[in-house]
């Protein structure tokens, strides 16, 4: 086996697309060459038919002795029974090669999800993303499968069928030769047409899984609004737009399929004329018109079937392109050769932050100078807009300084291993986020070899044991999607319980904003207090209990921080944290 080809370590921009899926294929081209063998043997009768039949009609015709005709039929049964177990080993092959390509290509694109920036996924929306992983292999993959099972076929046709007129008919051999030509250049004049509809095509594909999932997400807003006829009228521009593009690459596809039929078909009235007229003069026997007649007839079919992989490959070969587009991304979050974070402390300081969001209006974070000492508790208070969310991306390594640099234990961050450091880091977002599977599973997400035991304190101190233990199935009971068969204050429960059973070094905490009765508030504060114990916390804080009890309290406005003291201070000094109080 020849060394692993990782979709990942190809070019693709700047690459002719035909050379990356041959990359691709790289690791199965013996496998592909076995295919293309057991291919040939399956397929000969196909070419070996009409030979023949044209024998059988002359020994009849010329009163040939009759041990010729049972030797034909005898050959022609040896082939043909040879087609199931060749069949069987051609799908072996080729498939087995189009469905390894298509798993690998898929994996490396969530290889590549994995690796991407944050701020790329504030660009690109999952809906695309998603149909890029599914759809879009799927093209490629139908383009190689296409190429065995049509392409392959047509060529040997076409082969065969040449050498056997070259020798039974050698007169006709230049009107076939002119038919390849013909075709080729019909397809030629077609395809820059078909990318370019193909690639219009394709986006509006990718806009309309953007829509749609947009639309999935929204519909409790919208439904709670009674908003669906807006929310149908946006997707349903996008849809028309799809028509508009699908119509106009079918009909080119038509008329291609179509010029090709006609232009073959009348070639092939043609020489069945003249091989009416050659045989009328006795120049050819009787049994080569009929064998003449059914080449032109297969010859046709098969140049018509190479034809129509012309739109497949235009499609395949454009998802090449999209497929590409992400796993050539360069905004990638870097951590190869960058040190190993084993140990942290929680002392975070950061020197003369600032941040710009590309496509951003102005600086979200400007001169931001804070040093925050292991196991302190930060709050963030400030207007909306004021930046405080950027902080806590900053901290979690999801955005990177645009000017000055963030320091963890003394090391600057951008030197460090960021998947390293977050093994010691906990995220509370303000909207939980739960995937589709049991309360434990979701506890312990990412965790191996968690005990029952933990994650049952964990829920215990998160203040979630009593409702769980009231569900039918316990800690077993399977969340809706997004956890939509749980309240607002059990997922923060659960959220907090997350949280609590990695044991974090350092808590990013943002707040919900959303009001809870006061009970559940008084639940949700306690579990809060028990996680927040002994770590270094960035909280971006709305509660007024969290403030208070914070260490310091930053006061953010415009990206800069205007005050920070503890509550008691920040109150008497009467400044900003006193008017937003
Ligand atoms: N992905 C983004 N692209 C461009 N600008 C952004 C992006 N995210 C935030 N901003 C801008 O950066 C500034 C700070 O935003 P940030 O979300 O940090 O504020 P915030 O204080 O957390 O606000 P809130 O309390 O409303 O969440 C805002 O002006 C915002 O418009």
Redesign the pocket.
């Known amino acids: 086996m020849s060394a692993h080809a990782d979709p990942l370590d190809h070019r693709y921009s700047g690459e002719h697309p035909v050379r990356s899926v041959a990359y691709l294929l790289r690791e199965d081209r013996r496998r592909l060459v076995l295919g293309i063998l057991a291919f040939a043997l399956k397929h000969s009768p196909t070419w070996l038919l009409p030979l023949v039949t044209a024998n059988l009609i002359d020994v009849v015709v010329q009163h040939r002795p009759l041990s010729e005709l049972w030797l034909s039929a005898g050959l022609l049964i040896a082939s043909l029974s040879l087609n199931y177990p060749f069949h069987v080993l051609y799908v072996r092959c080729w498939a087995g090669t189009v469905r390894r390509m298509g798993t690998r290509l898929r994996s490396a694109l969530c290889h590549r999800m994995q690796q991407l920036s944050i ?1 790329y996924y ?1 660009r690109m929306s999952a809906g695309a993303l998603q149909n890029k992983v599914i759809r879009d292999v799927e093209s490629v993959e139908q383009m190689v499968q296409q190429t065995g099972d049509t392409g392959l076929g047509a060529v040997m046709m076409l082969l065969g069928g040449l050498i056997v007129i070259a020798f039974r008919a050698p007169a006709f051999l230049p009107v076939f030769l002119v038919i390849v030509p013909c075709a080729a250049l019909l397809a030629t004049k077609l395809r820059g047409r078909m990318r370019t509809d193909n690639e219009r095509f394709r986006r509006e594909v990718e806009q309309l899984s953007t829509r749609v999932s947009e639309m999935t997400t929204l519909i409790p807003i919208t439904r709670a609004h009674g908003l669906e006829r807006a929310a149908l009228r946006r997707v349903d521009g996008t849809l028309w737009r799809v028509f508009e593009a699908g119509l106009r690459v079918d009909v080119l596809n038509g008329r291609f399929g179509a010029l090709a039929w006609t232009t073959l078909n009348v070639l092939g009235a043609g020489c069945l004329t003249g091989a009416a007229l050659a045989a009328y003069s006795g120049w050819i026997t009787p049994g080569d018109v009929v064998m003449l007649s059914a080449f032109f007839g297969t010859l046709t079919s098969a140049t018509t079937g190479l034809m129509s992989l012309g739109p497949v490959f235009v499609r395949g070969l454009e998802s090449v392109r999209s497929v590409g587009e992400v796993l050539q991304e360069p905004d990638l979050e870097t951590n190869e050769a960058k040190a190993k974070v084993t140990e942290v402390r929680g002392e975070v300081a950061f020197e003369s932050v600032g941040y710009a ?4 209006s102005g600086t ?2 400007r001169d931001f100078t804070l040093t925050v000492s292991a196991g302190e508790r930060i709050a963030f208070v ?10 806590l991306n900053l901290v979690i390594g999801f955005l990177r300084p645009t000017s000055g640099r963030i320091l963890l234990d003394g090391r600057d961050m951008q030197d460090l291993d960021l998947r390293s450091y977050r093994t010691f880091v906990s995220v509370v977002p303000q909207e939980p986020i739960l995937f589709e599977g049991t309360i434990r599973e979701n506890v312990a997400y990412g965790l191996p070899d968690v005990s029952l035991d933990r994650v049952r304190q964990a829920l215990a101190d998160a203040n979630a044991l009593d409702f769980i233990d009231a569900l039918p199935d316990g800690v077993d009971t399977v969340v809706g999607e997004r956890g939509a068969r749980l309240s607002g204050g059990q997922r923060q429960r659960l959220a907090i319980a997350r949280a609590l059973i990695r044991d974090p070094r350092i808590l990013v905490l943002d707040e919900a904003t959303s009001a809870l009765d006061t009970h559940s508030e008084r639940l949700i504060q306690q579990a809060l207090e028990r996680l927040v114990r002994g770590r270094t916390v960035f909280v ?1 804080a709305h509660r007024l209990s969290t403030i208070r009890t914070a260490d310091r309290i930053v006061v ?1 406005r415009d ?1 800069q921080i205007v005050e920070a003291g503890t509550h008691e201070s920040l109150v008497r000094s009467d400044g900003a944290y006193a008017a937003l109080l």
Not at 357 to 360: I, K, L, S, V
Not at 382 to 391: C, E, F, I, L, Y
């Open positions: 701020g504030s969001y590309a496509g951003g979200a974070v400030g207007a909306s807009g004021a930046g405080k969310s950027t902080v971006v953010m990206g």
